[in-house]
């Protein structure tokens, strides 16, 4: 019963958004029985079809990745992403209020935007399905589709699919990808310095690539190993010791 009435208020949720971005043709269809993949993604149908079969629609999405898994991916560099990108990931549905007040505090403190409140599974959604454009429509969407995906997949095979799909710069799409085009190793190779190194990325990758500006890339670094040391996951004198470990780079 209390999938159903989930369920249900999934469905309202999204007619809300179909008329919110401006999708009411949605009324208009006459079938959705084709396959989600024959959906152009803007389309309203395509969207209600992810609610409806999200597993199938995520398969879709990660079947030609070069993929890992997590148990094949270092501790410290999912530590390092969560300390960075989402510290209240274990304690969230998907969307985290008590991340959107501080952020928005944060922000009017500073009179810029400085601190976005958007979790790991919000930016998975992003990742897999929704383009980046900023309205309340499109935003409404993406919580919608963060609670279906974290009521189906459990939090480590979140952080896993978003590890697979988050863009590192360079190229390099997925951790995989990312560990080889950087150090030419396999993730699970890494060592804490290099995590901490990928894990900074993913925040501006076109610019803070040490392919392209090494001293933002090791800036970022830093800021990874201070939310480390910060969150409890390593000491002090671990970062010290990470922060001037040496980098061996695959270019």
Same mark, same amino acid.
């Given at each position: 019963?209390?999938?159903? /009435?989930?369920?249900? !208020?999934?469905?309202?949720?999204?007619?809300? !958004?179909? %008329?919110?971005?401006? +999708?009411?043709?949605? =009324?208009?269809? +006459?079938?959705?029985?084709?396959?989600?993949?024959?959906?152009? #993604?803007?389309?309203?149908? %395509?969207?209600?079809?992810?609610?409806?079969?999200?597993? *199938?629609?995520?398969?879709?999405?990660?079947?030609?990745?070069?993929?890992? +898994?997590?148990?094949?991916?270092?501790?410290? $560099?999912?530590?390092?992403?969560?300390?960075?990108?989402?510290?209240? =990931?274990?304690?969230? %549905?998907?969307?985290?209020?008590?991340?959107?007040?501080?952020?928005?505090? !944060?922000?009017?403190?500073?009179?810029?935007?400085?601190?976005?409140?958007?979790?790991?599974?919000?930016?998975?959604?992003?990742?897999?399905? $929704?383009?980046?454009?900023?309205?309340?429509?499109?935003?409404?969407?993406?919580?919608?589709? @963060?609670?279906?995906? #974290?009521?189906?997949?459990? *939090?480590?095979?979140?952080?896993? $699919?978003?590890?697979?799909?988050?863009? =590192?710069?360079?190229?390099?799409?997925?951790?995989?990808?990312?560990?080889?085009?950087? =150090?030419? /190793?396999?993730?699970?190779?890494?060592?804490?310095? #290099?995590?901490?190194?990928?894990?900074?990325?993913?925040?501006?990758?076109?610019?803070?690539?040490?392919? !392209?500006?090494?001293? @933002?890339?090791?800036?970022?670094?830093?800021?990874?190993?201070?939310?480390?040391?910060?969150?409890?996951?390593?000491?002090?004198?671990?970062?010290?010791?990470? *922060? /001037?470990?040496?980098?061996?780079?695959?270019?």
């Amino acid at each position: 019963m209390r999938f159903f /009435k989930f369920l249900l !208020v999934l469905i309202i949720l999204f007619f809300a !958004v179909g %008329y919110w971005s401006g +999708n009411d043709n949605i =009324f208009r269809q +006459n079938s959705v029985q084709q396959s989600a993949k024959n959906y152009d #993604e803007s389309n309203a149908w %395509y969207r209600l079809y992810r609610i409806f079969d999200l597993k *199938k629609a995520v398969q879709s999405k990660v079947a030609k990745l070069n993929y890992t +898994n997590l148990n094949n991916i270092p501790l410290s $560099l999912q530590q390092s992403i969560i300390a960075v990108e989402d510290n209240r =990931f274990y304690r969230h %549905y998907g969307f985290d209020i008590e991340g959107i007040f501080r952020a928005t505090l !944060v922000n009017i403190q500073s009179g810029e935007v400085q601190e976005g409140a958007s979790t790991i599974t919000q930016q998975l959604v992003k990742n897999l399905f $929704l383009t980046h454009e900023r309205t309340w429509g499109r935003k409404l969407e993406e919580i919608v589709l @963060a609670i279906d995906i #974290e009521m189906r997949y459990s *939090k480590e095979e979140i952080l896993e $699919l978003y590890l697979n799909t988050i863009y =590192f710069g360079s190229g390099a799409t997925g951790i995989t990808d990312a560990a080889n085009i950087y =150090f030419g /190793k396999t993730p699970v190779e890494l060592n804490l310095a #290099e995590s901490a190194m990928l894990a900074g990325l993913p925040n501006a990758p076109s610019l803070v690539s040490p392919y !392209v500006d090494y001293t @933002a890339a090791k800036q970022r670094q830093g800021v990874v190993l201070a939310a480390l040391v910060k969150y409890g996951y390593i000491g002090p004198s671990q970062a010290t010791e990470a *922060k /001037k470990a040496p980098l061996h780079f695959a270019k």
